[in-house]
C-alpha cells in the first residue's frame, strides 16, 4: 500500500485540487508545513493559522534548513534524507521523523515531521506535527527528577552523618518502633551493651531483650516513664549479655510514626570507670578475631567474647553460660583435665591443639592458650581459641580455603538453581578427572579411558566437549 | 593431583569426608571464577532485556528482570557501569532513527536513574572510607538535562573511596557559599551539549575565583564527543571522559584513590 497522494488522486478517490486552494489545505492539515529545495533551503513556511503561534516564523522563507535545526537533528535529518535518496521509497510511506527546530539559540520546539517528495527534483514538503505539549510535560518531568536527584544527594549527606553518629557515640542507644515494638536501629554500643551483633538486633522485639518482659507492659511502661518528669529510668537485665542496664525512654515522633529512644546506661557503671588499658582490653575482648572464654575452676564458661560465639555457632551469651567447656572441645573431659592440670601446675599453657565442637555438630580445628588467673579466691580460667582450620588448609597449597569454600557456595545458592549448579558441578568434576587421568598416564587416552571406565569413543567426546583436544589430533 | 591424598580436617567436617568437601569446595571455587563475566563485556541478550524493561510501561519488569541478572552473575557494579550506560545510548539511537519519540526516551533514561539509585544506595565512601581520603566537587551545569552520565561518574568514584558531593544546576550564590564552607580537592564538571559551555566556563571562572584559585576542574560529559575545543572554551584544567585522567589532572590519581578504597 502507499500513501502517496497522487496515486490517490490518479485513482479517482479525491478530486483533483486547485493549487491556490492546496496552500490552505496543506497549511491546515499540518501544523507546520516546510517546503525545502534540493540546496535544502526553505523555499516557504505554512503554519496552520488554527494553531498556537511558533512565533515569527516567516524569516525562515529563504533561509537554510541548518539555520533552523539543533545540532542533533541536523545531524539525523541529513543521514535521513541520504537514506531516502539511495532506497526506493516504492512500496513504503512517508519517512517520519522528530525534530527539534532552533532559532538562533533563542528557543526549541519540537516537531515530527513526515517528509515527501515533490515533483521530479529533490524537493521536500515537511508536514509536521507540534510536539510542543509533550515536551512541556517532558520538561516538567525532566525538572521533578533533577528535583528528586537533589533531594537524594540531601538524604545521603544526612544519612551519612546520622550513620556516623550512631556508630561512634559512646552513649548506646537503642530506637523501637512503638506500634511494632520492634527495633528499628540501634548503635554498636547498644549490640554490646544488649551482647548481640547490630545485624541480628534490629528487627527484633525489643520486650525480648530483657528478661522477664512482655511486649505490652515493656511497651506501655516505657512510655509512662517517658512522659511522666524526673523520673528514674527502668533497670532491667539484658537476656542476652545478661548485663543489668538502666534504661531511659523518650518517646518522639517521626513522619507519622511514634518511636521510641532509649538510651541505655550499665548498672554497675561506677565500677566502669576505667583506665586505657582496661579499655583497650575491653576492645580487644569485643572485637578480636580470637576467641576469649572465662571459665571457673571446674570449667564452667562464666563469660565467652563474640568471636567464640561464632566459632562454635552459638546463638548468644545465654545460650552458652553457665556450660561446662567439655560440651565444646572435642575430646571432651580429656581435653578439660589436660588443660586445667597443666595452668594449675605452671600457671599457663600454649599451642594446645584440638578441636571444637560446634553447635551443629561439626568441628573446627582450634589452638588454644589457657591463663590461670590465680590471683583471687575463686581462680579463673582464661582460654584464648584461635581457629587453626584456615592455618592447616594453607599448608595445601592445591586447594582453596574452606572459608573460601563455604563463601563461594553462598555465592552460588540462590544465583542458580540446584539443578544448574549440579549440572555445571558435574562438568567441572568430569573435566577435572580427565584432565586428572590423562596426567596420571601421561596423556595416553587408552589406558585413561581404561581408567576411568570410560569406552574411548565416549572419552574422545568428553574430550571434545571440554576443549581438551588441540585440532592436530583429530 | 590426587583427591583422595587430602585427608586433613577441613572446616565442620572430618575424616574421609572432608577430602570429598574440600573436591567440591574447590570444584565450586572453579565454578565461581569461570561463570564471573571479565570486566566490560556485556551480553547482549540482556542489554536488549533491560532496554525492554525500561522503555515498557510497566516498570514491574525490572522486577522481574532481577533474578535473571543475579543468575548471571550480572554485578551492582557491572549493572551500574556498563549496563545502564550501554542501554542508555541505544535509547538515544533510538530516537536518533526515530524508532523511538523523546518523550519514550526521557522514561526510558529516568527509569534508568532509578534503577542507579536502587543499587547504588550503599555506594558512600564517606563513612566507609578513610576520613582523609579525596573529596571532590561533581557538578551538571544549570539547565543540563542529561543527569543520568553524572550520576554514574559519582557511583564510580563513590567506589573508588572518593567523598563526592553532587551539586544539580546550583546557581552562583550556592556555588560560592558551598566552597567557602567546604574544602574540596578538586571539581569536575558534566556537559552534554553545546549551549551548556558558556554556563560552564562560568562555572570554572566561580570556582577558581571562590577557592583563591586553588581547585582544578575537569570538564567530561557527551559533549566531548563533538566538541574537541573544551578546554578553551571553559578555561577548565582538562576535558576527558576518563576518570583515571580526570583525577590525574585533579592531583588525585587512581592509585591513590583505589588505594583507599575500604576492602
Known amino acids: 500500500m502507499t500513501t502517496d497522494g497522487r496515486h490517490l488522486l490518479n485513482g479517482g478517490k479525491l478530486p483533483l485540487i486547485a493549487p491556490d486552494l492546496l496552500g490552505d489545505i496543506l497549511a491546515a492539515a499540518a501544523d507546520i508545513c516546510l517546503l525545502v529545495s534540493p540546496t535544502r533551503r526553505i523555499i516557504s513556511v505554512l503554519v496552520n493559522p488554527h494553531h498556537r503561534s511558533f512565533g515569527q516564523l516567516t524569516d525562515w522563507e529563504g533561509s537554510n534548513l541548518k539555520d533552523v535545526l539543533t545540532e542533533e537533528s541536523l545531524r539525523k535529518l541529513n543521514s535521513r534524507l541520504d537514506d531516502l535518496r539511495t532506497s526506493s521509497t516504492r512500496g513504503k510511506g512517508p519517512l517520519s521523523l522528530e525534530l527539534n527546530h532552533a532559532d538562533q539559540q533563542r528557543w526549541e520546539f519540537p516537531v515530527r515531521y513526515t517528509l515527501h517528495r515533490i515533483g521530479g527534483d529533490e524537493s521536500i514538503l515537511m508536514l509536521g506535527r507540534d510536539l510542543r505539549p509533550i515536551a512541556e510535560v517532558q520538561q516538567q518531568l525532566v525538572a521533578a527528577q533533577l528535583a528528586l536527584e537533589r533531594d537524594y544527594e540531601t538524604q545521603r549527606e544526612m544519612d551519612t552523618r546520622y550513620r556516623v553518629l550512631m556508630e561512634v557515640s559512646r552513649d548506646p542507644v537503642v530506637i523501637v518502633s512503638m506500634s511494632s515494638g520492634r527495633i528499628s536501629d540501634l548503635n554498636p554500643a547498644a549490640a554490646q551493651l544488649l551482647g548481640g551483633q547490630r545485624v541480628d538486633l534490629v528487627g527484633a522485639a525489643i520486650a525480648q531483650e530483657f528478661e522477664g518482659r512482655r511486649r505490652g507492659e515493656f511497651l506501655e511502661s516505657m512510655s509512662n516513664l517517658a512522659v511522666a518528669e524526673s523520673s528514674a529510668p527502668i533497670e532491667l537485665t539484658a537476656r542476652r549479655s545478661q548485663k543489668r542496664v538502666l534504661v531511659t525512654p523518650t518517646v518522639f515522633r517521626a513522619a507519622g510514626e511514634r518511636l521510641l529512644m532509649c538510651q541505655l546506661d550499665a548498672a554497675d557503671s561506677a565500677a566502669n570507670s576505667t583506665d586505657e588499658l582496661a579499655e583497650n582490653l575491653s576492645r580487644l575482648y569485643h572485637e578480636g578475631v580470637d576467641g576469649i572464654v572465662f571459665a571457673d575452676a571446674e570449667g564452667m564458661i562464666r563469660a565467652a567474647n563474640e568471636a567464640f560465639l561464632n566459632l562454635t555457632d552459638s546463638a548468644n551469651m545465654a545460650a552458652i553460660r553457665g556450660r561446662s567447656l567439655t560440651d565444646f572441645l572435642a575430646r571432651g573431659a580429656v581435653d578439660l583435665r589436660v588443660l586445667l592440670d597443666n595452668v594449675k601446675r605452671t600457671g599457663q599453657l600454649r599451642m594446645y591443639a584440638t578441636r571444637l565442637t560446634t553447635d551443629f555438630m561439626g568441628q573446627i580445628a582450634v589452638e588454644i592458650s589457657a591463663t590461670w588467673l590465680n590471683d583471687r579466691p575463686n581462680p579463673i580460667l582464661v582460654l584464648v581459641v584461635r581457629d587453626a582450620s584456615r592455618a592447616e588448609s594453607l599448608r595445601r597449597p592445591t586447594f582453596g580455603q574452606p572459608d573460601d569454600g563455604v563463601r563461594n557456595v553462598m555465592e552460588l545458592v540462590g544465583s542458580s538453581t540446584l539443578k544448574d549448579i549440579v549440572a555445571e558441578t558435574t562438568d567441572v568434576i568430569e573435566k577435572m578427572c580427565i584432565e586428572t587421568a590423562l596426567e596420571l598416564t601421561r596423556n595416553n587416552r587408552v589406558a585413561a579411558a581404561e581408567m576411568l571406565s570410560l569406552s574411548r569413543q565416549s572419552l574422545y567426546v568428553k574430550l571434545r566437549k571440554y576443549g581438551l583436544i588441540n585440532k592436530s589430533d583429530d | ?263
Not at chain 2, 577441613?10 to 570429598?20: D, F, H, K
Not at chain 2, 530516537?95 to 550503599?122: H, K, N, Y
Not at chain 2, 582538562?238 to 583505589?258: P, V, Y
Open chain 2, 1 to 263: 593431583m590426587h583427591f583422595d591424598m587430602q585427608n586433613g580436617t577441613v572446616r565442620r567436617a572430618s575424616g574421609a569426608a572432608g577430602g570429598v568437601s574440600q573436591f567440591a569446595a574447590e570444584v565450586v571455587a572453579r565454578l565461581v571464577a569461570r561463570d564471573v563475566s571479565p570486566d566490560g563485556t556485556l551480553r547482549d541478550d540482556l542489554v536488549d532485556r533491560l532496554l525492554a524493561a525500561v522503555s515498557s510501561g510497566d516498570f514491574a519488569s525490572f522486577e522481574t528482570l532481577k533474578p535473571e541478572l543475579k543468575r548471571a552473575r550480572v554485578s551492582a557494579t557491572m549493572l551500574a557501569d556498563h549496563y545502564i550506560p550501554e542501554v542508555a545510548r541505544r535509547l538515544g539511537e533510538a530516537w536518533m532513527q526515530d524508532c523511538a519519540s523523546f518523550a519514550q526516551v526521557t522514561m526510558g533514561v529516568s527509569r534508568l536513574q532509578a534503577i542507579l539509585r536502587e543499587i547504588g544506595v550503599q555506594w558512600a565512601a564517606d563513612a566507609s572510607g578513610t576520613a582523609v581520603g579525596p573529596t571532590l566537587l561533581l557538578i551538571l551545569p544549570h539547565g543540563e538535562q542529561h543527569s543520568l552520565g553524572a550520576m554514574v561518574l559519582a557511583g564510580r568514584l563513590r567506589r573508588l573511596g572518593l567523598s563526592v558531593c553532587l551539586r544539580i544546576a546550583p546557581d552562583v550564590a550556592e556555588l560560592v557559599s558551598l566552597l567557602a564552607a567546604r574544602q574540596f580537592d578538586g571539581a569536575l564538571i558534566s556537559i552534554a551539549c553545546e549551549d551548556k559551555l558558556e554556563t560552564c566556563r562560568k562555572l570554572v571562572e566561580t570556582i577558581r575565583h571562590a577557592s583563591g584559585g586553588r581547585m582544578s576542574v575537569v570538564v567530561g560529559g557527551a559533549l566531548l564527543e563533538r566538541c574537541d575545543t573544551i578546554v578553551d572554551l571553559t578555561g577548565a584544567d582538562a576535558a576527558t571522559n576518563d576518570i583515571d585522567r580526570a583525577l590525574s589532572a585533579l592531583g588525585l590519581s587512581e592509585r591513590q584513590a583505589a588505594m583507599l578504597e575500604p576492602a
